[in-house]
């Protein structure tokens, strides 16, 4: 057996670890965010989709999904729960039958309101760390992707 004077890769410190650092700040943002999210009433993720519809609304079931990252089995349950809680309805598109399109209701878009009067999260960082960090998570999102699917 061979043996080296190299520490094995198990010994690098988690905090060392990219993937640990971005889902520990991952964590850290659910819980700063934990107070609005309670006020409104939603989950991150019924967050997320109510702001890209305050966005864009009257969009298509596929189209926030890949805009949000989410397959149809977890947008769906999510989409029919703030239908359910009068925030959104969902209708077959007229034009295609197969699609099917989410628009937001007057109490949808009340929410915004009541987001807006909110404190927002503060994240500690200037406008221009801000913006490089948003930029840099974008780009390894966007690598992550591509090294995905050039792997299959």
């Known amino acids: 057996m061979k043996t080296t004077n190299q520490a094995p890769a198990a010994?690098?410190?988690?905090?060392?670890?990219?993937?640990?650092?971005?889902?520990?700040?991952?964590?850290?943002?659910?819980?700063?965010?934990?107070?609005?999210?309670e006020e409104l009433g939603l989950t991150y993720p019924q967050y997320i989709a109510i702001i890209a519809l305050w966005e864009e609304d009257n969009q298509t079931v596929s189209g926030l999904g890949a805009k949000l990252f989410l397959e149809s089995n977890t947008l769906t349950p999510m989409l029919k729960k703030l239908e359910a809680?009068?925030?959104?309805?969902?209708?077959?598109?007229?034009?295609?039958?197969?699609?099917?399109?989410?628009?937001?209701?007057?109490?949808?878009?009340?929410?915004?309101?009541?987001?807006?009067?909110m404190n927002p999260v503060e994240t500690g960082l200037a406008s221009d760390e801000f913006a490089k960090i948003q930029t840099a998570v974008v780009a390894l999102r966007n690598?992550?992707?591509?090294?995905?699917?050039n792997g299959e």
């Open 143 to 149: 690598n992550l992707i591509k090294s995905v699917q």
């Open 11 to 37: 010994a690098v410190p988690l905090s060392d670890y990219l993937c640990f650092a971005v889902y520990s700040a991952n964590l850290a943002f659910g819980k700063a965010y934990k107070p609005i999210l």
């Open 85 to 117: 809680m009068g925030y959104l309805e969902r209708q077959r598109d007229p034009g295609d039958e197969r699609q099917v399109r989410i628009s937001l209701t007057k109490s949808g878009r009340r929410l915004r309101e009541k987001a807006l009067k």
